[in-house]
T-cell receptor, first 116, second 115 residues
């Protein structure tokens, strides 16, 4: 257990429905990342926050995806009008990058999304 | 575009054998990280290598970062069934030598160690 928790662990939904995932990072970590992992692939970066500010968004993050981190603690990732291609494992990671050194990211267990 | 290529993609060996997994890129990375992932779980960090030529050991696992910081290898000695999993290498994305923070992952090497 890395200390990063995600909820739910599994979600099955029908195409066209909206879904929301939650990530609780390690409490003192100021950076929070979202990644998506499909079968047979490594995780792909979606977006990240430093405190409550969303600093970077991948072009993978279409306008149906939105992420928030309102108080700089937990974060939510919402997918609107889900499509079958959204089926994947959604991973959250958090870090507290030391000044001038490598940023070590700790991953949660992921949320497995299946869109029928 | 920064890419990391891992080889082999799949590896099935008998308990006690040695193996090496490779992670290669045409880009320079400020650091490379190795993760192990079990089915249905998130990646767990094994090691971070930062300096070109660096070698780090973690029990039976030896990690090396290439001199030019473009490649890395993971060597496992006397593999055990408990080593079974997906091994991922990842580098910090960067622009002009700086770090953007997010990680770029290889596709992983799926290792199966049979008793």
């Amino acid at each position: 257990d890395t200390g990063v928790s995600q909820d739910p662990r599994h979600k099955i939904t029908k195409r066209g429905q909206n879904v929301t995932f939650r990530c609780d990072p390690i409490s003192e970590h100021n950076r929070l990342y979202w990644y998506r992992q499909t079968l047979g692939q490594g995780p792909e970066f979606l977006t990240y926050f430093q405190n409550e500010a969303q600093l970077e968004k991948s072009r993978l993050l279409s306008d149906r995806f939105s992420a928030e981190r309102p108080k700089g603690s937990f974060s939510t990732l919402e997918i609107q009008r889900t499509e079958q291609g959204d089926s994947a494992m959604y991973l959250c990671a958090s870090s507290l990058p030391p000044s001038g050194s490598t940023d070590t990211q700790y991953f949660g267990p992921g949320t497995r999304l299946t869109v029928l | 575009t920064q890419l990391l290529e891992q080889s082999p993609q799949f590896l099935s060996i008998q308990e006690g054998e040695n193996l090496t997994v490779y992670c290669n890129s045409s880009s320079v990375f400020s650091s490379l990280q190795w993760y192990r992932q079990e089915p249905g779980e998130g990646p767990v960090l094994l090691v971070t290598v930062v300096t070109g030529g660096e070698v780090k050991k973690l029990k039976r696992l030896t990690f090396q970062f290439g001199d030019a910081r473009k490649d890395s290898s993971l060597h496992i000695t006397a593999a055990q069934p408990g080593d079974t999993g997906l091994y991922l290498c990842a580098g910090e994305a960067g622009v002009h030598g700086g770090s953007q923070g997010n990680l770029i992952f290889g596709k992983g090497t799926k290792l199966s160690v049979k008793p």
